[in-house]
């Protein structure tokens, strides 16, 4: 019995594997776009409840702006969704998109992002999130360690295997650094580039990535080593996008030269 639900349960992720990130990566995707819109508007709903929201006119128009016009050239279906953007009053230097049209961008942010170019690397990278699925398969791979984990118990229950707690406490931290950690790496090298698209094709100066993270590299990780991290190391992800600025570039420079630069101004 044990190996038919081991055997049902890979054959079904295998099956889900089948989805293909915008870079060709594959993933498993588990959960369907209707119940991620729910949670992601839930969140929103709650931080919004919790955290105070900017009223001040020009830093949201500023803000919209910015996100507008990376939003106006995602795909379809992204672009489709009826984006809610909200600036919040904190001292956080972020920024992050939900799956069911939800971005938010913190005050503490501006103070980093140093013009509307860095500020579109920012909310360029999150949409890329959300154009990748990476919250589904962030869900769905925990969803498949879970029931891995789960019927590796039952089996050494099963079979009576000596240190069960113990081997199933190596199970768990070998699963957060060889498969967990190197994937939430993945999705953000992933919504690095993916971002660094939507800004060239939106008319955002690409070049301002590499300074925007150099910026944010000078705010301090805390020295994190790269492999227990769930981001790259800043070296890392700025040699990344160095990698891919000749092609980005070149987007940009078209849109230039057709005199379609956005217009944000704080």
Request: proline fraction near 4%; glycine fraction near 8%; hydrophobic fraction near 40%.
């Amino acid at each position: 019995m044990l190996k038919k639900l081991f055997i049902t349960a890979t054959c079904a992720l295998v099956i889900a594997a089948c989805a293909q990130s915008p870079t060709g990566r594959r993933q498993i995707m588990l959960f369907n776009d209707a119940d991620l819109s729910k949670m992601g508007a839930q969140t929103f709903d709650s931080m919004k409840a919790e955290v105070p929201i900017s009223k001040d006119a020009k830093t949201n128009n500023y803000v919209q702006c910015v996100a507008n016009s990376l939003l106006a050239v995602t795909p379809e279906n992204v672009r489709a969704q009826s984006w809610e953007i909200v600036v919040f009053e904190s001292d956080q230097v972020n920024a992050f998109a939900l799956p069911g049209g939800k971005i938010g961008v913190y005050t503490g942010l501006l103070k980093v992002a140093e013009n509307k170019d860095q500020l579109a690397a920012v909310v360029g990278h999150e949409i890329g999130h959300v154009i990748a699925g990476h919250s589904n398969e962030r869900l769905s791979t925990n969803q498949a360690i879970q029931t891995a984990m789960s019927l590796g118990d039952a089996g050494m229950k099963a079979y009576g295997v000596k240190y069960q707690q113990e081997i199933m406490a190596l199970i768990g931290t070998g699963s957060q650094f060889g498969i967990v950690l190197p994937f939430s790496r993945a999705h953000e090298s992933e919504s690095d580039i993916i971002g660094l698209d939507l800004m060239a094709r939106a008319g955002f100066e690409p070049r301002q990535a590499v300074n925007l993270w150099q910026n944010m590299a000078a705010q301090g990780s805390g020295g994190t080593p790269e492999f227990m991290s769930t981001h790259p190391a800043p070296d890392t992800r700025i040699r990344e996008l160095r990698e891919k600025l000749p092609e980005a570039m070149k987007t940009f420079n078209e849109r230039k030269a057709a005199s379609a630069l956005p217009k944000c101004r704080l």
